[in-house]
T-cell receptor
Framework: GENVEQHPSTLSVQEGDSAVIKCTYS??????FPWYKQELGKRPQLIID?????GEKKDQRIAVTLNKTAKHFSLHITETQPEDSAVYFC??????????FGSGTKLNVKP | EPEVTQTPSHQVTQMGQEVILRCVPI?????FYWYRQILGQKVEFLVS????????KSEIFDDQFSVERPDGSNFTLKIRSTKLEDSAMYFC??????????FGSGTRLTVV
């Protein structure tokens, strides 16, 4: 089955800096890659996603890039703010079926 | 914005007892899922449900687990005889055909 690896496990940045979280996947059939933000004790919330026919997608301060050849995708957050502090999970799926999640990255944005 | 709702938000149960976790998916969604998240760990797939039957289940989803959509709106997860290691946050999710999930707010299950 699919195996999703996520790095780093923790990331500390200064407010205003950029943050990058990277994921790799093993199943070349995976074609949908969402990113979820989970604040403490709350549900994971979809923040951005990308399908395999696209190499990059942006939504304001958040962007995701996908390299299908290398089987990795990354989340980029620019101009980080303290409210960006949370745990971020990447996931991969084939045809929007079950999601395989990465192990999460705890992002701490220091004011 | 439509939401997936889960009840209860927190359930404490004694080892060996049965628990039923309830979910109300978004009304026009067709695919339903249960995931769990042990404290500090990744979110893990348990089961997917479509067209009134299980479409896929993980090795975690053994004979102690079952799912049901009893009345066309609720989607339940039953654990027949809870174990300490079942303690986790359980998330229900639903989706339309080619979209990502909407997760519920979760039920924190504590087995004592």
């Amino acid at each position: 089955g699919e195996n999703v690896e996520q790095h780093p496990s923790t990331l500390s940045v200064q407010e205003g800096d950029s943050a990058v979280i990277k994921c790799t996947y093993s199943d070349s059939a995976s074609n949908y890659f969402p990113w979820y933000k989970q604040e403490l004790g709350k549900r994971p919330q979809l923040i951005i996603d990308i399908r395999s026919n696209v190499g990059e997608k942006k939504d304001q301060r958040i962007a995701v890039t996908l390299n299908k050849t290398a089987k990795h995708f990354s989340l980029h957050i620019t101009e980080t703010q303290p409210e960006d502090s949370a745990v971020y999970f990447c996931a991969a799926s084939v045809d929007f079926n079950k999601f395989y999640f990465g192990s999460g990255t705890k992002l701490n944005v220091k004011p | 914005e439509p939401e997936v709702t889960q009840t209860p938000s927190h359930q404490v149960t004694q080892m060996g007892q049965e628990v039923i976790l309830r979910c109300v998916p978004i009304s026009n969604h067709l695919y339903f899922y249960w995931y769990r998240q042990i404290l500090g760990q990744k979110v893990e797939f348990l089961v997917s449900f479509y067209n009134n039957e299980i479409s896929e289940k993980s090795e975690i989803f053994d004979d102690q687990f079952s799912v049901e959509r009893p009345d066309g709106s609720n989607f339940t997860l039953k654990i027949r005889s809870t174990k300490l290691e079942d303690s986790a946050m359980y998330f229900c999710a639903s989706k339309e055909r080619n979209y990502g999930y909407t997760f519920g707010s979760g039920t924190r299950l504590t087995v004592v």
